[in-house]
């Protein structure tokens, strides 16, 4: 019997979808609709005052949350429209005429997040990217061979967005601190899935977003700053909510807030926060550590029937190196996405990489049994056809 299945009856969506794409956008929670009425409520009935009922304070409230499943103390984590700015707003607390100046970042990484490293070099930052020889595993290797006494950060992502390899963060922060430098841990395709002890492991910087494996939605990224760096991260992209005192409305130069607030900028994106809430919460509840017994049950699953069915699997096998996700080489891949997608079975398609099949802890086993079926129907009746060169929907 499994015990998690009982959270299926709080998502919509399951009842009439396989739902198998939560590497891209974890379902909805019925809470998420519930968080967002609280928030409408409060701004239609408390009008300004919203804002010191709860609005005002959501970027700390939620970061809490946050903190709690990376394991990290209150106050350390400030909440982020996105990943993507909020890795601009740590690049932007690094010294362009100090004496380190090189970022060593994996060339396959998400390339949101490459576009805003390699546009440091415009201040004078060396930036590296560490290419993997197939374009498809992480070049653990290279990576550590490029951190020397020159790098300022190493960024790197918990879980590699294509194939779901997780990456050996052990052995890239032994050898960062020990040539002195910080590392940024993007957590996004591991956050909710595959467990990350920020203090344990001694991280820098973390960062993630809510979209996916947390079932939070957009607009709710997090940033994370292991508290005893905070007091010298002082970034250039700010603003007011990253002030000691914002309401006193100082005049520059900036006075930093002491904890993670540092790291805000102006007003916050409130109303994704409140929708958040209920799958940040669900996901502290459940205890990341038993969604990933039980998502190293399916993907193990997913493997053998992949396998048995002759397609071949682009993830790493062995259960420890693999996330949430099971990538397969499938024939016509985004033509048989958009046809599975018409059957409503969600799944997505990556090029180079494969089809990304993600079971989480709503995933009935017989799903993925009903996968495959329906794969071997479409290949087998070619009613991927009338999808072929439509391009990817997402
Ligand atoms: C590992 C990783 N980092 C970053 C991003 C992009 O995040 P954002 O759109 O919040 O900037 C994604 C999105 O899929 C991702 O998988």
Same mark, same amino acid.
């Given at each position: 019997?499994?015990?998690?299945?009982?959270?299926?009856?709080?998502?919509? &969506? =399951?009842?009439?979808?396989v739902? =198998?794409?939560?590497?891209?956008?974890?379902?909805?929670?019925?809470?998420?609709?519930?968080?967002?009425? +609280?928030?409408?409520?409060?701004?239609?009935?408390?009008?300004?005052?919203?804002?010191?009922?709860?609005?005002?304070?959501?970027?700390?409230?939620?970061?809490?949350?946050?903190?709690?499943?990376?394991?990290?103390?209150?106050?350390?984590?400030?909440?982020?429209?996105?990943?993507?700015?909020?890795?601009?707003?740590?690049?932007?607390?690094?010294?362009?005429?100090?004496?380190?100046?090189?970022?060593?970042?994996?060339?396959?990484?998400?390339?949101?997040?490459?576009?805003?490293?390699?546009?440091?070099?415009?201040?004078?930052?060396?930036?590296?990217?560490?290419?993997?020889?197939?374009? =498809?595993? &992480?070049?653990?290797?290279?990576?550590?061979?490029?951190?020397?006494?020159?790098?300022?950060?190493?960024?790197?992502?918990?879980?590699?967005?294509?194939?779901? +390899?997780?990456?050996?963060?052990?052995?890239?922060?032994?050898?960062?601190?020990?040539?002195?430098?910080?590392?940024?841990?993007?957590?996004?395709?591991? &956050?909710?899935?595959?467990?990350?002890?920020?203090?344990?492991?001694?991280?820098?910087?973390?960062?993630?977003?809510?979209?996916?494996?947390?079932?939070?939605?957009?607009?709710?990224?997090?940033?994370?700053?292991?508290?005893?760096?905070?007091?010298?991260?002082?970034?250039?992209?700010?603003?007011?909510?990253?002030?000691?005192?914002?309401?006193?409305?100082?005049?520059?130069?900036?006075?930093?807030?002491?904890?993670?607030?540092?790291?805000?900028?102006?007003?916050?994106?409130?109303?994704?926060?409140?929708?958040?809430?209920?799958?940040?919460?669900?996901?502290?509840?459940?205890?990341?550590?038993?969604?990933? +017994?039980?998502?190293?049950?399916?993907?193990?699953?997913?493997?053998?029937l992949a396998e048995e069915r002759g397609h071949r699997?682009?993830?790493?096998?062995?259960?420890?190196?693999?996330?949430?996700?099971?990538?397969i080489d499938l024939p016509h891949g985004d033509a048989l996405v958009a046809a599975l997608g018409a059957r409503e079975i969600?799944v997505?398609y990556?090029?180079?990489?494969g089809v990304?099949v993600?079971?989480?802890?709503?995933?009935?086993? +017989?799903?993925l049994d009903l996968f495959f079926e329906e794969v071997a129907r479409i290949l087998e009746t070619k009613a991927w056809a009338p999808f072929a060169?439509?391009?990817?929907?997402?």
């Amino acid at each position: 019997m499994d015990d998690l299945l009982r959270w299926r009856a709080q998502f919509p &969506i =399951l009842e009439k979808a396989v739902y =198998l794409i939560s590497h891209s956008l974890g379902a909805m929670p019925k809470g998420a609709a519930e968080g967002l009425r +609280e928030f409408g409520e409060l701004w239609g009935t408390r009008g300004v005052r919203a804002w010191s009922e709860g609005w005002w304070e959501s970027p700390r409230v939620s970061g809490d949350r946050i903190a709690r499943i990376l394991g990290a103390p209150p106050g350390s984590v400030a909440m982020q429209p996105n990943v993507s700015s909020a890795q601009a707003i740590v690049a932007s607390s690094f010294d362009p005429g100090g004496p380190r100046r090189r970022f060593v970042l994996c060339a396959e990484d998400f390339p949101s997040v490459l576009y805003v490293w390699e546009r440091q070099r415009r201040l004078g930052f060396e930036v590296v990217l560490v290419p993997a020889r197939d374009g =498809l595993s &992480i070049p653990l290797e290279g990576i550590l061979d490029a951190i020397d006494e020159r790098t300022a950060l190493v960024a790197v992502s918990q879980v590699f967005y294509k194939t779901a +390899e997780v990456l050996d963060l052990a052995r890239v922060v032994e050898k960062a601190h020990r040539a002195g430098a910080l590392v940024l841990v993007d957590a996004y395709q591991g &956050i909710g899935t595959v467990p990350l002890d920020v203090g344990a492991l001694r991280l820098d910087f973390v960062v993630g977003g809510s979209v996916k494996w947390l079932c939070g939605g957009p607009g709710a990224a997090y940033l994370y700053v292991r508290p005893d760096r905070l007091p010298n991260v002082e970034p250039r992209i700010t603003g007011w909510a990253a002030h000691a005192r914002p309401f006193a409305f100082e005049g520059p130069p900036i006075d930093y807030a002491p904890d993670a607030r540092r790291m805000l900028t102006g007003t916050p994106a409130v109303p994704a926060l409140y929708a958040a809430r209920a799958g940040h919460e669900m996901v502290a509840e459940i205890g990341v550590q038993r969604i990933r +017994e039980k998502s190293l049950r399916q993907t193990a699953r997913l493997v053998a029937l992949a396998e048995e069915r002759g397609h071949r699997v682009v993830s790493p096998r062995e259960p420890a190196r693999r996330g949430g996700s099971v990538t397969i080489d499938l024939p016509h891949g985004d033509a048989l996405v958009a046809a599975l997608g018409a059957r409503e079975i969600l799944v997505d398609y990556r090029p180079g990489a494969g089809v990304r099949v993600s079971p989480h802890f709503y995933t009935k086993d +017989e799903e993925l049994d009903l996968f495959f079926e329906e794969v071997a129907r479409i290949l087998e009746t070619k009613a991927w056809a009338p999808f072929a060169g439509r391009g990817a929907a997402h």
